[in-house]
């Protein structure tokens, strides 16, 4: 075959919207988060907060992983969802039924809302703009982090006190959920 037979090589066609996919992504994950944080703050049934408890961590594994974290990411769902929202359902179910409360209007403390607002609008500021502005250092990508030696190795010195905080919070939440399924959730006085 000569040159002139050969068929140019065919012209790479970007994925439609591709620049808007990695942006989609990240407000995808935050939305999940952020939704699932007022869910767990605001419901006024255990089990519904736990859910949302639970749709926080999924956002925040997403966003661990967006980060280039698996590792983080894949802890986030193991030990948050799959330990420490189980076992707070388990203690739930497990506790005394809640008896129905008398209708009483209740008064809402509108000065503790705006203050907690403030706080959080200001602690949120703070870590945006030191996450837009820091000097953040960027690590290799190692390869082979999918083995057993590497995670490891992970384990007892990148992450070693990421790990240490997730054992202490599954710690928390255990002796949390003991509490609940042995005095119930209400106290006869």
Not at 1 to 21: D, G, K, N, Y
Not at 110 to 116: D, K, P
Request: include cysteine; glycine fraction near 8%.
């Amino acid at each position: 075959m000569s040159p002139a037979t050969l068929s140019p090589i065919a012209e790479v066609v970007p994925f439609p919207f591709s620049e808007f996919l990695i942006p989609a992504i990240f407000l995808a994950f935050f939305s999940t988060t952020v939704a699932g944080a007022i869910i767990a703050v605001g419901a006024q049934s255990i089990i519904r907060s736990v859910c949302g408890l639970a749709l926080t961590c999924l956002g925040l594994a997403g966003l661990y992983y967006f980060l280039n974290s698996p590792f983080l990411a894949l802890m986030e769902l193991l030990i948050y969802v799959g330990a420490v929202c189980v076992t707070i359902i388990f203690a739930v179910m497990l506790a005394e039924p809640e008896e129905p409360a008398p209708e009483t209007k209740r008064s809402r403390n509108w000065l503790g809302a705006v203050g907690a607002a403030v706080v959080s609008a200001s602690i949120f500021w703070s870590l945006a703009r030191l996450g837009a502005v820091g000097d953040w250092p960027v690590l290799a990508v190692n390869q082979a982090s999918g083995s057993v030696e590497t995670i490891g190795i992970a384990l007892l010195t990148t992450y070693s006190m990421a790990f240490e905080v997730i054992s202490l919070v599954l710690l928390v939440a255990i002796l949390g959920a003991i509490a609940i399924a042995r005095t119930g959730r209400h106290h006869s006085s």
